[in-house]
């Protein structure tokens, strides 16, 4: 199955911009959903936006219009454009992905079978 690796996190200061990719290896992201989530210490992982197979998008409420999900099939690599990032945006980002065609709740982290290690962002 499907393997993912994050990157692209990094210290910036509020205003700023990031993007975060989530290579992925052994199968092509076209079939999957896949979504991005954060997390920070003592707190429960939650959904920022996911991308179903047929290229459907769902953000997390705060972050729509500031960030952009989308795949580059080309690469086998997800993306996660963040703009305009606040210091409450400070936490580790995970990709995951997921083999069905259409996922119930998108950002509902059990939808999700395979996970990245994750990418720290921090805003200050």
């Known amino acids: 199955h499907v393997q993912l690796v994050e990157s692209g996190g990094a210290s910036v200061q509020a205003g700023g911009s990031l993007r975060l990719s989530c290579v992925a290896s052994g199968d092509t992201i076209g079939r999957y959903c896949m979504g991005w989530f954060r997390q920070i210490p003592d707190k429960e992982r939650e959904g920022v936006a996911g991308?179903?197979?047929?290229?459907?998008?769902t953000y997390k409420d705060s972050v729509k219009g500031l960030f952009t999900i989308f795949k580059d099939r080309a690469k086998n690599t997800l993306y996660l454009q963040m703009d305009s990032l606040k210091p409450e945006d400070t936490a580790m980002y995970y990709c995951?992905?997921?083999?069905?065609?259409?996922?119930?709740?998108?950002?509902?982290?059990?939808?999700?079978?395979?996970w990245g290690q994750g990418t720290q962002v921090t805003v200050s």
């Open positions: 995951a992905a997921d083999l069905r065609p259409l996922i119930a709740n998108m950002l509902a982290d059990y939808e999700y079978k395979v």
């Open positions: 991308i179903e197979s047929d290229g459907r998008t």
